[in-house]
């Protein structure tokens, strides 16, 4: 059997620990799923759309460190640009495999003017758009350079923590090559690690109010023993933001809680505020941490997609894993003395906190005080938020085999603030905040095969991806989908007219959405165990039997449309 260029990509990709390639093919790329039926441990699971395929690859990669994901040309990988722009900004690995044409497609294009299959009548759209969105996009032209620029992009994607595309047309995958004759180089340069550990040291040392934030890149590069060593050396307060939340186990001593801007948690806020001092370790700020994080631009050491900036100072080169190899290494008995814990007594009690999404809240209208529910009191047409995720909590919160998979909607708000009882137990599209994301990359994490998933996510995004629950049925994994029906676009509606949940008026028109009959559709999907539940002890009802169950579970919960979540 000759050996060919889409062999070489699954070997590259088998030599990471990848065994799932996602997509749906075509022509251009059936060369790569031809190849990834016959390797041995990998399998190519085939979603029900391209934008499923994407985030499923997105859940994945955030899983196991790299994701794969090949579709049609043209429509199936634009369709997937959404997918792949979210994890560029959250630091997600996924590597795009497309087909395209051929030089002799793009030459009689350009001389006759008849388009080849899924043109847009330009010779390199596909590379055009997904060139924003990527950390390496180029095409490969000849069986020859191949597997220098498959090994290129593959590299990039481990090394940046970013997507990459890279188009290798039909028959560039059909040609034969050689093996891989060694493993791919991943060696970092450190840069000027010494220089910036060296800077912290100095600025920990005539702090009074220092604070560390642990961002997503930790956990993407795998360094949370390290810095939680290094946190115990320093004794510093540390939070983190809802993209990173589980990066270290949340029960430690000097974890303040999760910091949301100006609507987190006070100790958190207050701490954010006041500190003279704030080191963020490979975190991503979004939009809601602008009012709290801009002015205190001056005061921040911040280690980020390679670069360190000190205090505002120009970017310098550095290697996240050597920085914190470095300070690692070093004792930093020295700064224990100015560490001292300055968190407020009440430590985080959960009764304030938001979400960090791009979201501005400037342009309410109707702008009311929201109101507190209360989970023990049953709401009229369903239950609370606070009741939901009060059994949610019983789930993540006492088992680290769980991992919380929550969308973009009003219930990202409890999300941020339940007690979650494992490490890298958490996911969500926090900075991107495209919804419908929770579905699609639950599949992704079942198959990743790490930790159990459960998924919470607002009617209106699961109408985005619902074809998902497609693919769990095929993959027969024990996920958990909870779809939170309040027959609203609930965050919507609370941005333009919150008056909505303190009065008697009805909602926005265009907030509304459509009533599925969802226990219906899960069912046509191939879901067997589904439930319904309207109030919280019928909730508790179907978790139970959804833990117990082997297969992949579903569950309606009914959520009163004026309800919303304590805190907002």
Excluded at 41 to 58: K, M, N, Q, W
Excluded at 411 to 423: E, W
Aim: proline share 5%; hydrophobic share 45%.
């Amino acid at each position: 059997m000759v050996y060919t260029i889409a062999d070489y990509v699954i070997q590259r990709l088998k030599e990471q620990g990848i065994d799932t390639l996602f997509g749906v093919p075509s022509v251009y790329c059936a060369g790569l799923y031809a190849a990834a039926e016959t390797a041995t441990r990998f399998d190519a699971i085939v979603t029900s759309s391209d934008l499923e395929a994407g985030y499923a690859a997105d859940g994945y990669a955030r899983v196991r460190g790299l994701g794969a994901v090949a579709c049609s040309y043209g429509p199936g990988t634009l369709s997937l640009v959404n997918a792949i722009a979210g994890a560029y900004i959250e630091r997600s690995p996924i590597v795009v495999i497309n087909g395209g044409p051929s030089r002799q497609n793009i030459a009689d294009q350009q001389r006759t003017g008849i388009v080849f299959s899924h043109s847009a009548g330009f010779p390199h759209t596909d590379m055009e758009v997904l060139r924003e969105v990527t950390a390496f996009c180029e095409r490969v032209e000849g069986a020859s350079a191949a597997p220098a620029r498959i090994d290129q992009a593959i590299r990039t994607a481990i090394v940046h923590k970013h997507p990459v595309y890279i188009e290798i047309p039909q028959a560039v995958l059909a040609a034969p090559c050689a093996a891989p004759a060694s493993g791919l180089d991943l060696m970092v340069q450190p840069g000027a690690a010494v220089a910036v550990a060296n800077a912290i040291i100095q600025a920990l040392s005539t702090a009074t109010a220092p604070l560390l934030f642990v961002g997503v890149e930790v956990q993407r590069y795998g360094l949370g023993a390290q810095v939680q060593s290094i946190i115990n050396k320093l004794n510093i307060r540390w939070s983190t933001t809802l993209l990173e939340r589980t990066t270290l186990l949340e029960q430690h001593a000097k974890f303040l809680g999760v910091f949301n801007g100006d609507k987190a948690l006070p100790v958190v806020r207050n701490a954010v505020s006041s500190s003279d001092l704030i080191i963020s370790l490979g975190a991503v700020f979004g939009s809601g941490h602008a009012r709290i994080m801009i002015p205190k631009h001056s005061k921040i050491i911040r280690v980020w997609d390679g670069n360190a900036y000190i205090k505002g100072g120009p970017a310098q080169a550095v290697s996240l894993s050597a920085l914190i190899d470095e300070l690692d290494r070093r004792t930093l008995t020295a700064c224990a003395e100015v560490t001292a814990d300055t968190r407020d007594d009440g430590g985080v009690d959960g009764s304030e906190a938001a979400w960090d999404g791009d979201r501005d809240e400037q342009l309410v209208v109707g702008d009311a005080p929201s109101p507190r529910s209360d989970p023990s009191v049953a709401a009229a047409g369903g239950m609370t938020y606070d009741a939901l995720f009060q059994e949610i909590e019983k789930v993540v919160g006492t088992d680290p085999a769980w991992m919380l998979i929550a969308d973009t909607f009003l219930g990202i708000y409890p999300a941020a603030r339940i007690k979650i009882a494992g490490q890298d137990s958490f996911m969500a599209n926090a900075v991107w905040a495209s919804i419908g994301h929770a579905v699609a990359a639950g599949a992704g994490v079942a198959a990743a095969k790490r930790k159990r998933p459960i998924i919470v996510c607002g009617d209106g995004g699961f109408q985005m991806t619902a074809q998902s629950l497609s693919t769990m049925a095929k993959l027969g994994r024990n996920a958990i989908t909870v779809v939170v029906d309040n027959g609203l676009y609930g965050y919507e509606q609370y941005l333009l007219r919150r008056s909505y949940y303190t009065g008697s008026e009805k909602p926005v028109p265009y907030a509304v959405i459509g009533q599925w009959d969802y226990e219906a559709l899960a069912r046509s999907m191939g879901i067997t165990q589904v439930a319904k539940a309207t109030t919280q002890a019928q909730l508790t009802a179907a978790l139970a039997t959804a833990k117990a169950f082997s297969g992949p579970s579903f569950i309606q919960a009914m959520v009163d449309p004026k309800s919303l979540p304590a805190g907002l």
